[in-house]
């Protein structure tokens, strides 16, 4: 029998870094002053050692909903399994 691949940790790395992107009224991005910018940095693991990376504004990957929410739905759960931790997450 195969064993499948479970996510075995969640973490978020809040960061900050230079940036001279400056978004105007109507959404556009243009080159601006620099100024500092915060994001975050989504990473889960499974225990075969694969790893997925995602990237956000730190106000759309909030650590604390990650760690109180989010990493209890995601740890023992076969990472294949998209649609039934999307209706875990949703629900």
Known sequence: MKVLMKITSVSVDVFSFPSR????????????????VKMAMLR??????????????????RPH???SFVKKVLIGQNPMNREKIWQELAH
Do not use: N, Q, Y
């Not at 992107?21 to 500092?36: F, N, Q």
């Open 21 to 36: 992107r400056a978004v105007d009224s109507a959404g556009h991005a243009h080159p601006g002053e620099e100024k500092p």
């Open 65 to 67: 909903i990650i760690e």
């Open 44 to 61: 889960i693991a499974c225990d075969e050692g694969s790893e997925g990376f995602s990237f956000g504004s730190a106000e759309l990957i």
